[in-house]
C-alpha cells in the first residue's frame, strides 16, 4: 500500500467523510531538496466530516496529525489541512 492508499484508509476509517480528497503537489518540489524526494512529501488534505462538528481548527488540526503521526514524521514534509463539516464545506464553495 503506497502512502496516499494508507492515509485514505486511516481517513476514512477514523473520520467516516462525507467528502475526503488528497492533493499531492510534491511534484512542485523536486530537488527541493539534498536527499532523495519521496513521491508523496507533500499535501493537502480536503476532508468534510460530522466529526469535527463542535471542535476548534485547532482541536480538528491535532486529531488529524495525531492519526497520521507516523506519515507525518516519516514520510510527509509539507501538510496543509482543510478541514469542514458538511455546513462549513457548503458555505465555502
Do not use: A, C, G
Not at 74 to 89: A, D, G
Amino acid at each position: 500500500m503506497n502512502l496516499e492508499e494508507t492515509i485514505t484508509k486511516k481517513i476514512n476509517n477514523y473520520f467516516t467523510p462525507d467528502f475526503f480528497r488528497i492533493v499531492n503537489f510534491s511534484d512542485q518540489h523536486k530537488n527541493h531538496y539534498l536527499e532523495e524526494n519521496d513521491d508523496t512529501s507533500h499535501i493537502k488534505l480536503i476532508i468534510v466530516s460530522k466529526y469535527f462538528q463542535d471542535l476548534s481548527k485547532i482541536e480538528r488540526e491535532r486529531k488529524v496529525h495525531k492519526l497520521l503521526s507516523e506519515e507525518i514524521t516519516n514520510h510527509i514534509h509539507s501538510i496543509r489541512l482543510k478541514l469542514y463539516t458538511s455546513e462549513e464545506f457548503e458555505l465555502s464553495k
